[in-house]
């Protein structure tokens, strides 16, 4: 099984500022790689597909990037919307998912 | 709209089955897989397993094998998630993906997700 690992788990950040996600696969899964966003009580939406593909209707503040084994999600600004639970996934080898990276509001 | 509607909320005994269903809406059921993940209180989302609507291929992850079903019933274009011998540890929120398929080449990743059903084990 391919275990994906985030870090850092909290992200402390004030609206404005620049976050910086990161996701490391266990061993290569290419481009196959997706981002998530979920807020509590609600389920899981689509960020970014394919390492760096922004979803339907994404705004552009989010970015995805890397292949192979490293992967990262930026974004550039962040909304007070944005404070939520991260989680990248993969498929290559079956599915796994992160344990997700936090962004709170310092 | 595209979406994916959930049954409601459930609680069950240990040692219970539970069926969830997920209904599309929106969107031709057969072109597309359903995933399923879930989420137990505070934790992060697991993965199931998935059915491709097209080919009734399935593929369940090795923690679940043999306690999972999933089926598809294409009359009401309906996906079920089937899952026996409930726990403890199986309370959480459960979740149905649509990933994209060409016949048998499937997308990865999942979007849009149902709203979630919530399934309680408790005695």
Same mark, same amino acid.
């Given at each position: 099984?391919?275990?994906? $690992?985030?870090? #850092? %788990?909290?992200? &402390?950040? =004030?609206?404005?500022?620049?976050?910086?996600?990161?996701?490391?696969? /266990?061993?290569?899964?290419?481009?196959?790689?997706?981002?998530?966003?979920?807020?509590?009580?609600?389920?899981?939406?689509?960020?970014?597909?394919?390492?760096?593909?922004?979803? $339907?209707?994404? #705004? %552009?503040?989010? &970015?995805? =990037?890397?292949?192979?084994?490293?992967?990262?999600?930026?974004?550039? /600004?962040?909304?007070?919307?944005?404070?939520?639970?991260?989680?990248?996934?993969?498929?290559?080898?079956?599915?796994?998912?992160?344990?997700?990276?936090?962004?709170?509001?310092? | 709209?595209?979406?994916?509607?959930?049954?409601?909320?459930?609680?069950?005994?240990?040692?219970?089955?539970?069926?969830?269903?997920?209904?599309?809406?929106?969107?031709?059921?057969?072109?597309?897989?359903?995933?399923?993940?879930?989420?137990?209180?505070?934790?992060?989302?697991?993965?199931?397993?998935?059915?491709?609507?097209?080919?009734?291929?399935?593929?369940?992850?090795?923690?679940?094998?043999?306690?999972?079903?999933?089926?598809?019933?294409?009359?009401?274009?309906?996906?079920?998630?089937?899952?026996?011998?409930?726990?403890?540890?199986?309370?959480?929120?459960?979740?149905?993906?649509?990933?994209?398929?060409?016949?048998?080449?499937?997308?990865?990743?999942?979007?849009?997700?149902?709203?979630?059903?919530?399934?309680?084990?408790?005695?």
């Amino acid at each position: 099984e391919i275990v994906l $690992t985030q870090s #850092p %788990a909290t992200l &402390s950040l =004030s609206p404005g500022e620049r976050a910086t996600l990161s996701c490391r696969a /266990s061993q290569s899964v290419s481009s196959s790689l997706a981002w998530y966003q979920q807020k509590p009580g609600q389920a899981p939406r689509l960020l970014i597909y394919d390492a760096s593909n922004r979803a $339907t209707g994404i #705004p %552009a503040r989010f &970015s995805g =990037s890397g292949s192979g084994t490293g992967f990262t999600l930026t974004i550039s /600004s962040l909304e007070p919307e944005d404070f939520a639970v991260y989680y990248c996934q993969q498929r290559t080898n079956s599915w796994t998912f992160g344990q997700g990276t936090k962004v709170e509001i310092k | 709209q595209v979406q994916l509607v959930q049954s409601g909320t459930e609680v069950k005994k240990p040692g219970a089955s539970v069926k969830v269903s997920c209904k599309p809406s929106g969107f031709t059921f057969t072109s597309y897989a359903i995933t399923w993940v879930r989420q137990a209180p505070g934790q992060g989302l697991e993965w199931m397993g998935w059915i491709n609507t097209y080919s009734g291929d399935t593929d369940y992850a090795q923690k679940f094998q043999g306690r999972v079903t999933m089926t598809t019933d294409t009359s009401t274009s309906t996906a079920y998630m089937d899952l026996t011998s409930l726990t403890s540890d199986d309370t959480a929120v459960y979740y149905c993906g649509r990933v994209d398929c060409s016949g048998t080449h499937c997308a990865n990743w999942a979007d849009p997700w149902g709203q979630g059903t919530l399934v309680t084990v408790s005695s």
